[in-house]
């Protein structure tokens, strides 16, 4: 199993040469999905072109369909959105906020994209683990969505 620093590398690497937002997000989903086998479903929400009150669903690999549409007042991807900051649960089913995609759900985390200083998307990983996101998963993921940024931004890694 490569490290989180051993996919981070590939991911920079391969956003060098990706030739849109959505391959280098559909690469990224692939492959934690694949290689992290606690992250179970990963995938990205993008800001609603048509109403900037929704995220939709963008890229993502995993075991079952996401929500299609999110409100921002509604879930951990709208809190998320809101704030601006990174949400991490360790246990869903303690937290109101939580908007069910499965019930085999425990914990998730869910990271801001910006461009520039405009959120613009969101990566978000959910679990079938309580527990799943110590603090290192968490600067990993923050570090998949700063990457995604700069390539939104037109720079290269």
Aim: charged residues 25%; proline residues 6%.
């Amino acid at each position: 199993m490569p490290s989180h620093e051993d996919l981070l590398q590939e991911f920079q690497l391969f956003a060098r040469s990706a030739a849109s937002v959505e391959s280098l997000m559909e690469r990224i989903s692939e492959r934690l999905h694949q290689e992290l086998a606690r992250y179970n479903w990963v995938g990205f929400y993008l800001l609603d072109p048509r109403d900037s009150n929704f995220l939709v669903v963008g890229p993502f690999a995993g075991s079952f369909t996401p929500n299609a549409r999110i409100p921002f007042d509604r879930g951990l991807c709208g809190a998320c959105a809101t704030s601006g900051k990174t949400i991490v649960v360790h246990d869903v089913t303690n937290d109101y906020r939580y908007l069910p995609g499965t019930d085999m759900v425990k914990s998730e985390i869910v990271a801001p994209i910006f461009k520039k200083t405009k959120f613009v998307a969101e990566i978000d990983v959910e679990s079938y683990f309580a527990n799943t996101f110590p603090p290192a998963d968490q600067k990993f993921v923050e570090a998949i969505a700063a990457l995604v940024g700069k390539y939104m931004e037109g720079a290269k890694p």
